[in-house]
């Protein structure tokens, strides 16, 4: 019996030896970092790649943390349903004291399953999206050196379920975070790091984790089927559509209109061909096969198709198709829909990330009470538009059934006509 302890008693010795040994290997001192204007500029530019905004416009939010929690957080009600083992609890963030708890199906009063649905919310949603919280009220900020790269080190001073850990972010050449080192009070090793990556794209707009790699004997935290997305957004998209017989536009076979009384068009939809004619210039347009594009000049076919003409007409049909049926592309690829108040009313924020002539513009939509657009807002860095208003007005219902606009006004009293609008079978 002596021996058998002697043994475990040094096999006990072994492993504190061990642990001790990779503690003092392993630990790295919280690093020292500048705070300032450059350390808030950093910041920045690692909140505007991560596209905050569409965070920030963000409705509901699913996750699992390591698939024993599992989350649907609808972030702009502060509402989270959390569910484990035999518990459910319907968690109100900001006032707790409404938050429900129902064990194996029965509601039931218990402020500790509380408290711990709690503490569960406020880990488990940090590894999901920790970057977006770097702007939080009590963070500090500071630029700390990392293999000769700048790396921004957040303290969060308040806040959470432990306040005064500390994050450096590891970015790459466009300020995305790849990774970050950890100090917390949960974990005794400080400088453990975690990867993020493995990012899937969501509807939202956002990039978010399915899961972590520590450097803490290579554990992985898997964050299960993650989705964001906007539902009442999606909604709004779907009432404007009907109110502008959306379902007959998609049945249209021809539309013709002119843009400003210099353009006019004639669409094959059904075919996704289109004649843009201007000056003694006429292209018979294919959009999605831009080589088997004729051009003519005075009616006179070139033999030889000018690439430069084909590729104006390109974008004159881009652009001023845009101004003719942008309502009816609420559900385009690479859309994202959010919602926004405009006073005190619910406006669709669209944004397209992808197609077009320049991707990346966002399009607010105010409409009447009848959910038609009577006018938007345009965002569009490339022509340095913040907000500019035109309206979108005289809808016309057309031979197919379809609503389409004929005249636009901006702000500054300027009309826009799109001329004599048809739309036919």
Do not use: C
């Amino acid at each position: 019996m002596k021996k058998l302890f002697k043994f475990i008693g040094i096999i006990l010795l072994l492993i504190i030896a061990a642990i001790t040994i990779y503690y003092f290997v392993n630990n790295e001192a919280l690093p020292k970092g500048k705070k300032g204007k450059e350390a808030e500029a950093l910041a920045t530019k690692m909140f505007d790649a991560l596209n905050h905004e569409a965070y920030e416009n963000t409705e509901v939010l699913k996750w699992s943390f390591r698939n024993e929690h599992h989350y649907t957080w609808y972030k702009k009600e502060n509402i989270v349903h959390i569910s484990w083992a035999q518990y459910k609890v319907t968690l109100h963030t900001k006032e707790i004291e409404k938050s429900e708890v129902y064990i194996d199906g029965k509601l039931t009063d218990n402020k500790e399953i509380v408290k711990k649905a709690q503490d569960f919310f406020n880990n488990d949603s940090f590894w999901l999206i920790a970057p977006y919280k770097i702007f939080d009220a009590g963070t500090q900020k500071s630029i700390v050196k990392h293999e000769d790269q700048d790396a921004l080190l957040i303290t969060y001073t308040s806040g959470g379920s432990t306040p005064g850990d500390s994050y450096l972010w590891i970015l790459d050449e466009n300020y995305l975070p790849i990774s970050f080192k950890m100090w917390t009070s949960i974990i005794p090793i400080g400088g453990v790091s975690a990867t993020w990556s493995d990012l899937k794209n969501t509807k939202s707009g956002i990039k978010l984790p399915t899961k972590h790699t520590l450097s803490l004997f290579g554990l992985e935290i898997p964050m299960g089927n993650v989705k964001a997305y906007n539902e009442k957004a999606d909604v709004l998209a779907n009432i404007v559509l009907k109110a502008i017989k959306h379902k007959n536009y998609e049945n249209t076979r021809f539309i013709e209109w002119s843009f400003a009384g210099k353009r006019s068009f004639k669409w094959d939809k059904e075919k996704h061909i289109v004649d843009v004619s201007w000056d003694t210039i006429r292209v018979n347009l294919h959009p999605q096969e831009k080589e088997k594009s004729t051009v003519f000049y005075n009616e006179k076919k070139q033999e030889i198709a000018d690439t430069k003409i084909v590729k104006r007409a390109w974008d004159i049909f881009n652009n001023d198709s845009f101004w003719l049926v942008a309502p009816h592309k609420l559900f385009d690829y690479g859309t994202i829909r959010s919602i926004q108040k405009i006073d005190n009313k619910e406006a669709l924020l669209v944004k397209y990330t992808t197609g077009g002539t320049t991707p990346g513009d966002s399009y607010l939509w105010i409409l009447d009470e009848n959910f038609i657009p009577k006018s938007y807002k345009m965002y569009v860095p490339s022509m340095k538009m913040n907000g500019v208003s035109a309206t979108w007005q005289d809808w016309t219902t057309t031979e197919s059934g379809t609503l389409l606009p004929t005249n636009h006004t901006f702000s500054g009293g300027r009309n826009l006509s799109m001329g004599t609008v048809k739309a036919y079978n």
